[in-house]
């Protein structure tokens, strides 16, 4: 699957990744969704849109018992009445709606601070110390940065990628209602 790096126009306009976060939010905030993350590439020829969502006010861990099907389909709906109603020229898209799963990406202070205590596996951008990535438990995140045990602090503008990261054993007990 390629990337696009241009997703498609938009009432004339070349959409970005961006510009698209920046669409969607208002519709699924107004739904009770959080943007949780967006990927948008190719596949055979046609638009490929993955929207990730979670609970609008989802503040710990466990909160609202996670996304179900029920939450995709109406998520799936929405979006799909608004790139049908107010983007007529995009055929042939295909939109994909999920939860961002056990390995969830993290992107925002709000996320970072809603898994504290968590372990996280953070890639950089570029090297610190000879290399790009850490693993490390969610102490914080203020300001623009985020702190994890050993006494390390990234800037959220340096991480690549930050996905919680959890053992077999934990990933197991989730698995099993513990």
Known sequence: ?????????????????????????????????????????????????????????????????????DDCEKVSAVLGDFLDNEIPGLDGYMLEISSPGIDRILKKEKDFNRFAGS????????????????????????????????????NLSDIAEARLHYSDEEIFKKNRGQ
Not at 120 to 143: A, D, H, M, Q, W
């Open 119 to 154: 372990e996280v596996k953070i890639k950089l951008k570029s090297p610190v110390e000879g290399t790009k990535v850490f693993y490390g438990g969610i102490i914080r995140c203020e300001n623009g940065v985020l702190y994890i045990t050993g006494s390390q602090q990234f």
């Open 1 to 69: 699957m390629a990337a696009v790096k241009a997703a498609f126009f938009y009432k004339g306009i070349l959409m970005t990744r961006n510009e698209f976060e920046t669409l969607f939010t208002p519709i699924l905030e107004r739904t009770g969704y959080d943007l949780a993350d967006l990927k948008i590439s190719s596949q055979n020829k046609k638009l490929l849109i993955q929207v990730f969502i979670d609970h609008l006010n989802a503040e710990t861990a466990d909160a609202n018992g996670g996304i179900n099907f």
